[in-house]
Nanobody, 123 residues
Framework: VQLQASGGGLVRAGGSLRLSCAAS????????MGWFRQAPEKEREFVAG????????SYADSVKGRFTISRDIGKNAVYLQMNSVKPEDTAVYFC?????????????????WGQGTLVTVSS
């Protein structure tokens, strides 16, 4: 499974941004997708996850009500809509994929990772 994340950039606090992740290769109905982020000098943390069917989603408490994860099965793509962003959302965002994890929240549950896209939120 290959993952290509895009959509990062500079946004002002309170603004919106949408990240995209295109998946290719062995993508089946058993694969879940997730977004993680890593801020400077901090550990990578879970942001959101979604089962490939889209029925199951999960979110970190810090982004609930602000971020929405969605998928387009036909395009083999997953999106992260980021609204009401805050300076603390600044990080490199990574797209990840894993089989059988059902929108898991732990990084070790995901076997495949994209290259990351930088999101910078200015105050």
């Amino acid at each position: 499974v290959q993952l290509q994340a895009s959509g990062g950039g500079l946004v002002r606090a309170g603004g919106s941004l949408r990240l995209s992740c295109a998946a290719s290769g062995r993508t089946t109905s058993s694969i879940s997708m997730g977004w993680f982020r890593q801020a400077p000098e901090k550990e990578r943390e879970f942001v959101a996850g979604i089962s490939w069917s889209g029925v199951i989603t999960s979110y970190a408490d810090s982004v609930k009500g602000r971020f929405t994860i969605s998928r387009d099965i036909g395009k083999n793509a997953v999106y992260l809509q980021m609204n009401s962003v805050k300076p603390e959302d600044t990080a490199v965002y990574f797209c990840a994929a894993g089989f059988g994890v059902l929108a898991g929240t732990k990084s070790h549950e995901y076997a495949y990772w994209g290259q990351g896209t930088l999101v910078t939120v200015s105050s």
